[in-house]
């Protein structure tokens, strides 16, 4: 860190804190049984979100006291995912909330403002210095309570906390609106794009092109223009098919394209993370080999129905057991059939109504084969698809303006943080008193407690 302004200082974590302490252990519940306790979800944008709590019934009485959160305590996340590791919330007046498990509760000594202090972890946390400081394992990282004594924070004059923290409530309020205006544009660009594809697909889109009205009920959701040809989708299909359960035995560094579920989870054939598989025997590779235009469509797992199309040839690509490869008999439906099977109110709605399992879905190739579907004739598909791409392009447009703002945002908010612990946020009073002595101060108090402390742990053992 630069040249710290004068009267400030600069210290380390555990020289601010009074005590770090962490939670109750215990299996949760969500339907409020027992007390109300804190987990990773009850964070959000650095508060504590009530409506995302854990209960935990079975507890010692006698301790539980002790863990009750009050105004001013900092929840850390220091084991969690690395997506959450460093995340903090702000125990803020009038909650009634216990300390759960897997966060740290960081508690200030007096003359350090807590809401700065949770400020300066999201500072740090978006730097990246707790990630770097971590110990990283398979999905999990954690940081233990020494290292995060060991980080070093600006400490500025109490008064001066207080000029600084109440800025940032008041600039960082702002942005954070502006963040949850912008948060709301994916799902209103996920509702447009099945609005296209429900136009699309049942003839709406094309009304006027056309010259008469959707009439046809397909299905209870599905309805389509009787000038529309119905048929059963095994009737357009040459092959449906997956992969084998003996494919993991041919995983290799290199060699054919093999195409997961995690391939086509955004509803498109992405290759930028993909799998390698030395080619197995010759029936097997001719059987489950990828074609230009053939549809991949999950079939197990959490993103069951998500579906692509392969647009462009490929010069040797296999599916997994969790992939549907199928093979139309007239690739010129292809581009419409993609519609189809990505429509709620069609094909993709078909399918999730005929898939089993509970916590993890699955489709067998006979559904996929039992769809209905209604086809235009080969002119009013061009002009659909044709449509189609104009709406979805303005719809990509806005995507990028969105992500390009919400990176701007981002940048605002360390931005903001950044001039704030450099004390460049407001302005100086040289009335106000040096934080070295706060820090003298603190010390003292806190060599006070270290005799009644030790005291206390001699009489429990």
């Known amino acids: 860190m630069s040249e710290l302004p004068k009267g400030w200082v600069l210290t380390k974590f555990g020289n601010v804190l009074l005590s770090l302490n962490s939670g109750l252990n215990g299996k949760q519940n969500k ?13 959000a944008n650095q508060r504590i979100d009530m409506t995302r709590i854990g209960f935990l019934k079975d507890y010692d009485e006698e301790k539980i006291e002790k863990y009750r959160l009050h105004e001013g305590n900092i ?16 125990c803020e007046k009038g909650i009634e909330l216990y300390h759960g498990v897997n966060l740290l509760r960081l508690t200030v000594n007096e003359g350090i403002i807590p809401s700065l202090l949770n400020y300066y972890c999201k500072y740090i946390r978006g730097l990246g210095e707790f990630s770097a400081k971590a110990q990283h394992a398979v999905n999990q990282s954690s940081l233990n ?19 600084i923290a109440d800025k940032l409530d008041s600039m960082l309020a702002k942005v954070d609106i502006a963040q949850a205006r912008l948060d709301k544009i994916p799902n209103i660009l996920k509702r447009f794009r099945q609005s296209v594809l429900a136009a699309a697909t049942s003839g709406e889109l094309t009304k006027e092109w056309r010259g008469d009205s959707v009439e ?3 299905t209870d959701k599905y309805s389509a223009p009787k000038s529309w040809d119905l048929f059963i989708f095994e009737k357009l299909i040459d092959v449906v098919t997956s992969g084998s359960r003996g494919w993991a035995k041919y995983y290799s560094d290199q060699g ?7 391939n086509i989870n955004s509803d498109s054939l992405n290759l930028s993370d993909i799998a ?11 059987r489950t080999k990828v074609e230009k235009d053939n549809l991949l469509i999950t079939i197990t797992g959490a993103n069951v129905t998500k579906a692509a199309r392969v647009s462009e040839k490929l010069p040797d690509a296999y599916v997994s057991q969790h992939v549907a490869l199928v093979k139309l008999k007239n690739n010129d439906l292809s581009p419409f059939l993609e519609l189809f099977i990505k429509a709620n109110n069609s094909g993709r709605g078909q399918l999730l109504e005929l898939a089993y399992g509970g916590g993890k879905p699955g489709l067998n190739l006979q559904n996929i084969k039992g769809l209905k579907v209604a086809l235009p004739s080969i002119e009013e598909q061009k002009e659909i698809i044709r449509r189609v791409e104009s709406l979805f392009n303005m719809a990509d447009t806005v995507e990028k303006q969105y992500k390009d703002a919400k990176a ?20 100086q009073d040289p009335n106000d008193e040096p934080a070295s002595k706060l820090l003298t101060r603190i010390k003292v108090e806190q060599a006070k407690l270290k005799p009644a402390q030790t005291r206390k742990r001699k009489v429990v053992q």
């Open 75 to 90: 929840l850390f996340s220091n084991i969690n995912s690395p997506a959450h590791l460093g995340k903090t919330a702000l």
């Open 216 to 218: 046809r009920v397909i």
């Open 276 to 286: 390698y598989v030395s080619l197995p025997e010759k029936a097997e590779g001719r």
């Open 145 to 163: 309570q020494t290292k995060l004594k060991d980080f070093d924070i600006p400490i500025a004059p109490l008064n001066e906390q207080i000029r």
């Open 256 to 262: 054919s394209t093999f195409i997961r579920a995690q």
């Open 31 to 43: 339907t409020g049984e027992g007390i109300p306790v804190s987990r990773i979800e009850t964070i």
């Open 408 to 427: 701007r945002t981002n940048r605002l908010t360390q931005s903001i943080l950044a001039k704030a612990f450099r004390g460049e946020l407001v302005p």
